[in-house]
């Protein structure tokens, strides 16, 4: 399998739930990213990490919890959510963080908080 | 923050028409990414200019990074209907640190009739 991959396409949970989103890539890349796509706004970059270790964090609520244990794999943990995280959220990679940063981006996973 | 001011909003179009649509920034960027996104999957990467005044070509998309460095512009000749998507606009500082983030416009939605 190559690109970048999502886990699961969709996804449906309550504010008190705690999930999981699950991205890997076959890339062979050392940047990962999550954003956040809501309807009629650019992309909001969450977090970035960089051979394993975190480069950035947009100012994301701490109920959003991200770890890469491989550079090939990016999780987002989620406990008690909002209505409002309701949105496409797309993982990304790269060659690595810096410049030509093309990235490649997933599916995306559909997250519906209710 | 950058903000890019991506235009239009949306477009519809008649098969075999040209299409044409642009970014503008406040500030300037060194490299400028274009991104097409079919519904219910994520961005994928048309086009990248990393010099200003860089004419790029990808079949019938072509692409300029404005010699000002403050903007760009897609076009895409005799449309067809696959061409329908969200279009994003994406520019980057890679001045270091966090300016290696990327700034998307808010995206042109393409409807093409046939």
């Known amino acids: 399998e190559t690109g970048v991959t999502q886990t699961p396409r969709h996804l449906v949970m309550g504010m008190t739930n705690k999930k999981s989103l699950k991205c890997e890539q076959h890339?062979?890349?050392?940047?990962m990213y999550w954003y956040k796509q809501s309807a009629k706004k650019p992309l909001e970059l969450m977090f970035v990490?960089?051979?394993?270790?975190?480069?950035e964090n947009n100012s994301v609520p701490s109920r959003f919890s991200p770890a890469c244990p491989y550079s090939s794999h990016f999780f987002l943990h989620l406990h008690t959510l909002q209505p409002e995280d309701s949105a496409l959220y797309l993982c990304?990679?790269?060659?690595?963080?810096?410049?030509?940063?093309?990235?490649?981006f997933g599916p995306g996973t559909r997250l519906t908080v209710l | 923050g950058q903000q890019l001011n991506q235009s239009p909003q949306s477009m519809f179009i008649q098969e075999g028409e040209d299409v044409s649509m642009n970014c503008t920034s406040s500030?300037?960027?060194?490299?400028w990414l274009w991104y097409k996104q079919d519904p219910g999957e994520g961005p994928v990467l048309l086009i990248a200019?990393?010099?200003?005044?860089e004419l790029t070509s990808n079949g019938r998309l072509t692409a300029q990074f404005g010699i000002t460095r403050k903007d760009s512009f897609l076009n895409i000749s005799a449309s067809i209907p696959s061409d329908v998507g969200i279009y994003f606009c994406?520019?980057?500082?890679?001045?270091?640190?966090?300016?290696?983030?990327?700034?998307f416009g808010k995206g042109t939605l393409l409807t093409v009739n046939p």
């Open positions: 890339l062979g890349h050392n940047a």
């Open positions: 200019l990393y010099k200003a005044g």
């Open positions: 994406a520019g980057q500082l890679n001045s270091g640190g966090s300016n290696y983030k990327l700034t």
């Open positions: 990304a990679s790269s060659q690595s963080w810096g410049s030509y940063n093309e990235q490649f």
């Open positions: 990490y960089n051979f394993k270790e975190q480069t």
């Open positions: 500030s300037i960027f060194n490299t």
